[in-house]
């Protein structure tokens, strides 16, 4: 899982050290520093670590800060200068403005080059670590399969002995000339090797017209086959809920892949929480030339895409004020609700739910569960006119049915087709009555029965106690409801 870099564990006061590492001097400068020996960007760099900082020295004394954690390869303090001032005993000290509070970074540099120092960085009087940054000297934005030689000789005046990628998956060098070869979207560094220190040059490999990765891959798989296929090296994990990364994307800081309300296994949707390195009217713009819009609503942009998981649309939304863009599923238009997310609940829960969506509840009944179940009418479907849910001895809904109204059989091949869609019908069981589905987990048992009901069943709830009845049909026989209320 990656690390916070070491630099925002001082901001927020906490003093655990990094186990990472870096060439450590031995205390001697190699000379006395000056306000010009630092000015320009330096870079901290090690992906094996998950750790990324980047400072930025002017001349006017204005400091800029950024590192992993607080996203992107983008100043995070832009809009607020730092300042930093040189003292003595070749000291740093740096305030910045981060989450609106300001913050004081103390440093003293140890040995200094036009192309790396080496400082020891203190919390108070405490040592944090020691650790050597690279001068950057140079940056180029590619496209994937692109190749670049830069002209380092006119950065870089020292003698030249090689060249090393940081993250070879993004961008390859040529280790004699320094020709780089762009692999695949994404950000990193290439190593300058010189007889005076290592410098970096930055690469962001970006496309603009294929801003982002394709994420349909995810849709229906669990968190740990993400996981196999992304890495370890996440920032948050929760096997029933989802999976955070950071992401290397140019325009993306974090990526969530997010698991179903009911399933709670499987992927259903991807969010990208975006940076601002490209303006939004621009996204907009490749989303707009993309795919096509579907509705736009409070600077909320509703698009399909054209990926379809199981031959459904995934659909993309692109809400520009929260700067995220979520990845779903287009799924068929639910004939009745589905109360499925419900399963497990009680029965005061439950009311309160069927309150919310304005179902009226009709009365209880003993005849089929021995602990009871409760029935709700039903006033947004034109299928389905009743809901029924049934409670186990552990005061829990266990099953639930949808009473079909009078004349369902008119739109019946559309309602199977919409189960169908919905979930695997189980031929085995089937019969000539009675259609029988589960969900892609094979908890929960669906029957379609054409005496004008589907049931809903989930395995892991215990079951309910069979009441001592003559009533031998799922739940309430419509024929009680049209004697108790005339339908």
Not at 171 to 199: E, L, P, R
Not at 236 to 263: H, M, Q
Request: aromatic residues 16%.
């Amino acid at each position: 899982m990656k690390k916070n870099s070491f630099l925002l564990l001082i901001l927020i006061g906490i003093t655990t050290l990094f186990s990472c590492s870096s060439d450590e001097s031995d205390g001697n400068n190699s000379r006395q520093l000056k306000v010009e020996d630092i000015i320009g960007e330096w870079v901290y760099d090690h992906p094996e670590e998950g750790i990324w900082e980047k400072q930025k020295f002017m001349s006017s004394g204005v400091f800029y800060y950024s590192n992993t954690s607080l996203g992107g390869w983008k100043f995070s303090n832009d809009s607020k200068d730092g300042r930093y001032s040189v003292e003595n005993d070749n000291r740093i000290t740096m305030n910045v403005v981060l989450g609106g509070v300001t913050t004081k970074l103390m440093l003293k540099v140890l040995e200094i080059t036009d192309y790396a120092y080496t400082a020891e960085y203190t919390n108070g009087n405490a040592s944090v670590g020691i650790f050597t940054y690279a001068k950057q000297v140079g940056n180029i934005t590619v496209k994937p399969g692109e190749a670049y030689t830069p002209s380092y000789s006119q950065s870089v005046k020292a003698n030249i002995k090689g060249y090393a990628s940081h993250d070879e998956t993004i961008a390859k060098v040529n280790s004699n000339d320094g020709t780089i070869t762009a692999i695949s979207a994404g950000h990193t560094y290439i190593d300058i090797v010189t007889d005076q220190g290592t410098a970096v040059y930055e690469v962001t490999v970006f496309d603009d017209e294929n801003m982002f990765e394709d994420y349909s891959f995810a849709f229906g798989k669990t968190i740990q086959e993400i996981v196999d296929l992304k890495g370890t090296d996440y920032i948050f994990r929760d096997d029933k809920n989802g999976l955070v990364y950071y992401s290397t994307d140019y325009l993306t800081d974090t990526i969530k892949y997010i698991t179903g309300a009911y399933d709670k296994t499987h992927v259903e949707y991807v969010q990208l929480y975006l940076n601002d390195n490209k303006p939004k009217s621009k996204i907009k713009q490749y989303l707009d030339g993309k795919y096509e819009l579907l509705s736009l609503t409070d600077n909320k942009y509703s698009y399909v895409t054209d990926k379809s998981i199981d031959g459904n649309p995934i659909a993309a939304i692109y809400d520009s004020n929260s700067s995220i863009i979520s990845f779903a599923q287009i799924l068929p238009s639910d004939r009745w609700t589905d109360f499925s997310y419900l399963f497990g609940q009680t029965k005061a829960l439950i009311k309160s739910e069927m309150d919310e969506w304005n179902y009226t509840f009709n009365f209880s009944d003993y005849s089929y569960s021995k602990d009871g179940s409760d029935y709700y009418s039903l006033n947004d479907s034109k299928d389905a006119y009743l809901v029924g849910f049934v409670f186990n001895s552990e005061g829990k809904m266990c099953e639930y049915w949808v009473y079909l109204n009078e004349n369902y059989w008119s739109n019946v091949n559309d309602i199977l087709t919409w189960l169908k869609s919905k979930y695997i019908l189980n031929k085995q069981e089937s019969s000539s009555t009675q259609m029988v589905f589960y969900d892609k987990l094979n908890r929960m048992k669906i029957v379609f029965d054409a005496s004008g009901f589907v049931s809903y069943t989930d395995s892991e709830q215990s079951p309910f106690t069979p009441a001592s009845s003559s009533y031998n049909a799922i739940g309430v026989k419509v024929q009680k409801f049209q004697v108790k209320f005339g339908y």
